[in-house]
């Protein structure tokens, strides 16, 4: 490990505009919680619990998987009701949660078969002495850890294609650490489960290999010299970017790019999110 400033994913977006990565990831601001990151707060959670808590259960008794299975929609909701009761909902809030809860359950069926499910699990390795980072919702593996499959859940409204999951760059950059980690795999398969827009049966895994993901090193690449270029001029000035702006609640320091992020939000169609006033 290193004391050098950790990239993910999301900080790699944040890097977009360099005043937002240092409110984030410097000053260590938190970003006040939107009602649509609530919610995909709780149903991840409720997920996590519900996918571990079945395979606990089916990789000792898979005779019994058929049977539990059947059951499943019980154990979801019971998982569902303990993570909501750690939130002031409001009963409209519960409904939402319940409903999409609901479909994601009606489509979910966990792979008996694999030899393992890791949910949440926190990966990271290391690159030019900086510690990359990222967690997966999921992570199944087979054939001895020759193939692994990475899920990652989006309950938002943003409109998935399913069918071009493997270029996702967040699930690019996991499946990227997991092949620095696990040496013994040849292949991954790459999957967006999405139950706002038809659930997980639409969707056809993408398959990466170690020799497919040289972009992921790139990106790293590009990425460290922008956050090196900001380090040694200690310039963080705010830079509206479609991707930073989309999601930020920060204050910004520029009317422009409440602009951009409104255009960006007006343009991406299935994307209302109803932000907190801070
Ligand atoms: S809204 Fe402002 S602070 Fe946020 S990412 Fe855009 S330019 Fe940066």
């Not at 410097?26 to 939107?34: F, K, L, V």
């Not at 996590?48 to 395979?55: H, I």
Request: hydrophobic share 35%; with cysteine.
């Amino acid at each position: 490990m290193t004391n050098s400033p950790i990239l993910s994913n999301s900080s790699m977006i944040a890097l977009g505009c360099p005043y937002r990565y240092y409110r984030l990831f410097i000053e260590g601001y938190d970003e006040p919680d939107s009602d649509a990151a609530t919610q995909g707060t709780i149903l991840h959670a409720a997920r996590a619990g519900y996918v571990s808590q079945l395979w606990r259960i089916c990789k000792h008794r898979r005779k019994l998987g058929q049977e539990l299975l059947r059951r499943s929609p019980t154990i979801f909701q019971r998982a569902l009701a303990t993570v909501m009761s750690k939130y002031k909902l409001t009963e409209y809030e519960q409904e939402q949660c319940e409903a999409l809860g609901a479909r994601f359950c009606e489509a979910f069926q966990l792979d008996t078969g694999a030899d393992n499910h890791i949910v949440e699990r926190r990966l990271y390795t290391t690159y030019r002495g900086y510690s990359v980072e990222g967690t997966p919702d999921h992570v199944a593996i087979y054939d001895g850890g020759r193939r692994a499959k990475v899920i990652d859940a989006k309950f938002g409204h943003v409109r998935v294609d399913f069918e071009t999951a493997q270029h996702n760059r967040q699930l690019r950059l996991y499946a990227w650490i997991w092949f620095q980690n696990h040496p013994e795999c040849q292949e991954i398969d790459i999957e967006i489960e999405a139950p706002r827009f038809g659930g997980m049966k639409d969707s056809h895994p993408g398959t990466v290999t170690r020799d497919t993901l040289s972009d992921v090193e790139e990106r790293l690449d590009r990425k460290i010299a922008e956050l090196e270029g900001c380090i040694s001029t200690s310039s963080w000035l705010a830079t509206p970017d479609g991707d930073a702006c989309k999601y930020c609640t920060l204050h910004c320091p520029l009317t422009v790019s409440v602009i951009i992020r409104l255009l960006s939000r007006a343009l991406t169609i299935h994307h209302p999110i109803k932000r907190r006033r801070k």
